[in-house]
């Protein structure tokens, strides 16, 4: 009986070995270790009895997935036009395929994984090590962008549909979401008027929080979307809690989280300094495989780990509104490290869920 119960305590304990073995660097650790200094320690807060919707609009995700297996809910393609390599608008939400032109021009490839990686870190399942902030939230895939570029008239329309709002010639969105990310970054350094007044109807009158990259501009102002008023917009910071040196430097950047870069020379578990996504990689053959890897980095990542946190608070407390979040901020952030670019400039980073 004894030699049963230490085999079974030896058990346990290889199994929370590998568990936190498993843990990305970004969410905290397990007692006894020590989380990264940039880490936004939501480890310990399970998900609530609310769940909760959160929006992607983005390059499209691919569903097949297993690290978002059953987190996916019915998306829409809102590229339109010539814009659109289908042609048209439609429920496919999968993003465009590799090595494709949009009319002369060969894409790049980072399109095809980009919205499943953010998808990931939002309400990644947990399987291969791939945890979202907030594992009970479930995702609208929205196809914003892909070999084309996106127009400004099919960012609008995303968003609306989004929020559940009408959008001509366009089914209604069965599942509004409380939660919009948008991890995207345009070159306008001035919210335009368009995008002002649906951003304000979407948070003010819909209640909707809207999360958006501050952008990879290496320390240049925010631009659209996250320059808009009551758009919360999220800068990156490495893993010892410094703003990475390609984040947007505004003092209208609202909060940072850890978007990773270049190794650290720090001996500690989170040198690696990349966030853990659900991706896809080619192999010799020239097949995509699904692989979960720490690659990503860039204010894009940033931004879906806000989403997930405040999808998080949510699924806690569902009557919370968007004025709440700012006027609680000050309990769930710290200090990061000033700039001397930016002297005005005072950085707050996620330290725990909200």
């Known amino acids: 009986m004894k030699k049963n119960l230490i085999l079974a305590q030896c058990h346990l304990v290889m ?12 969410l905290g650790a397990l007692s006894p270790a020590k989380p990264a200094p940039a880490a936004i320690n939501t480890l310990r807060t399970k998900p609530g009895p609310n769940q909760i919707v959160v929006a992607v609009i983005d390059s499209g995700v691919m569903s097949e997935h297993a690290s978002l297996a059953g987190q996916l809910l019915p998306g829409y393609d809102m590229q339109s036009g010539s814009s659109n390599l289908r042609g048209d608008r439609s429920t496919n939400f999968t993003p465009d395929e590799r090595d494709v032109r949009c009319g002369s021009r060969l894409a790049s490839n980072t399109h095809r994984t980009h919205g499943t990686e953010v998808s990931s870190l939002i309400a990644g399942n947990g399987v291969n090590g791939v945890y979202g902030v907030n594992t009970s939230a479930k995702i609208v895939p929205i196809k914003l962008m892909g070999a084309c570029s996106m ?19 366009t089914p209604p969105n069965p599942n509004p979401a ?7 970054a345009g070159a306008s350094l001035v919210c335009k008027d368009d995008l002002q007044r649906l951003i304000t109807h979407v948070v003010e009158d819909k209640k909707i929080f809207v999360v958006a990259a501050a952008g990879n501009n290496f320390r240049k102002p925010l631009p659209e979307p996250g320059n808009c008023k009551g758009v919360i917009s999220v800068g990156a910071l490495d893993a010892q809690n410094q703003i990475e040196v390609y984040s947007a430097m505004d003092p ?5 989280a850890p ?10 578990s989170w040198n690696v300094n990349k966030l853990k996504v659900a991706t896809y990689e080619v192999d010799f053959k020239g097949t995509e495989q699904q692989a979960n890897v720490y690659s990503a980095v860039g204010t894009s990542y940033a931004a879906p780990l806000i989403s ?5 608070w ?13 006027t609680e901020m000050p ?3 710290r200090d990061i490290e000033s700039i001397a670019d930016c002297p005005s400039c005072t950085g707050k980073g996620l330290a725990k869920a909200p």
Not at 18 to 25: G, R, T
Not at 259 to 268: D, F, H, I
Request: proline content about 5%; aromatic content about 10%.
């Open 178 to 184: 409380r939660v919009i990310n948008l991890s995207i």
């Open 308 to 312: 997930g946190a405040v999808s998080l």
């Open 252 to 256: 209208r950047t609202i909060i940072y």
């Open 314 to 326: 949510l699924s806690h407390n569902p009557n919370k509104q968007p004025s709440d979040f700012w």
């Open 331 to 333: 309990n769930f952030v």
């Open 259 to 268: 978007g990773g870069g270049k190794r650290l020379t720090s001996v500690e």
């Open 151 to 169: 127009s400004r008239n099919d960012l609008l329309d995303a968003i609306s549909w989004a929020a559940g709002l009408p959008v001509r010639d």
């Open 15 to 26: 199994a929370l070995s590998a568990f936190a073995q498993e843990i990305p660097w970004h």
